[in-house]
């Protein structure tokens, strides 16, 4: 059985993370948004995005990477223990990757919410389809809401896209409850609706 680890994602891993991110957008969207916008998805243009993203120091995204364990990892986060070597120039064991971060929608969404306090989000969780129903999710799941905890939240949020029924049960499965607070996720076109999921990270 294979085992999965997390770690913080790096800016070496930038390229491997766009490969992946494309990847999981053409299997989990495909329907949901136009063809042309996936099929227009860039690995170069994604990579020197988050090549930039992941090296803002500013940046109030702490984003995590999932990896394949390998045979001797159960432990040790050996990988780690290179960097500055040229195996840290590029991880292909990435697998999934995802971010958390303090809120970002806009009032309009959040205030719909009976509390807000110690409200996080979890802004990314991204598989690639060669670990669908691996439990390579779970594992990236539960280490982002670590995360989460680590950075102080009690609660969290999360945006789902409308017809994504399959992350729907994935995340109802671990805990998630399902809001009737919907929002349009515009940084595509056409347009996406997306709804919004909550848990108690208490």
């Known amino acids: ?12 891993d930038a390229a491997r993370i766009a490969e992946v991110h494309i990847a999981a957008w053409r299997a989990a969207y495909r329907g949901i948004m136009t063809d042309d916008v996936l099929d227009s998805l860039d690995l170069e243009r994604q990579s020197a995005a988050w090549s930039t993203n992941l090296g803002d120091e500013q940046s109030p995204m702490s984003s995590l990477v999932a990896v ?3 045979p001797h990892e159960a432990t040790a ?7 500055g070597t ?25 205030d719909r919410l009976p509390d807000t306090s110690g409200l996080g989000q979890l802004a990314s969780i ?35 896209a409308e017809g ?32 919004l999921f909550t848990i108690d990270l208490g």
């Open 1 to 12: 059985m294979t085992e999965f680890r997390v770690r913080p994602a790096r800016v070496c």
């Open 68 to 70: 394949r364990a390998g």
């Open 77 to 83: 986060d050996t990988h780690e223990a290179t960097a």
């Open 86 to 110: 040229d195996e840290a120039t590029a991880d292909p064991r990435i697998i999934g990757f995802g971010g958390v971060c303090p809120p970002r929608d806009v009032a309009e969404v959040l």
């Open 126 to 160: 991204n598989l690639h389809p060669d670990v669908f129903g691996t439990g390579a999710g779970a594992v990236l799941l539960h280490a982002l809401e670590d995360e989460l905890r680590e950075l102080g939240f009690t609660r969290a949020y999360l945006m789902v």
């Open 164 to 195: 994504n029924e399959r992350a729907m049960r994935f995340y109802a499965k671990h805990g998630w409850h399902r809001t009737e607070i919907t929002h349009v996720f515009d940084g595509v076109t056409p347009a996406v609706p997306e709804r």
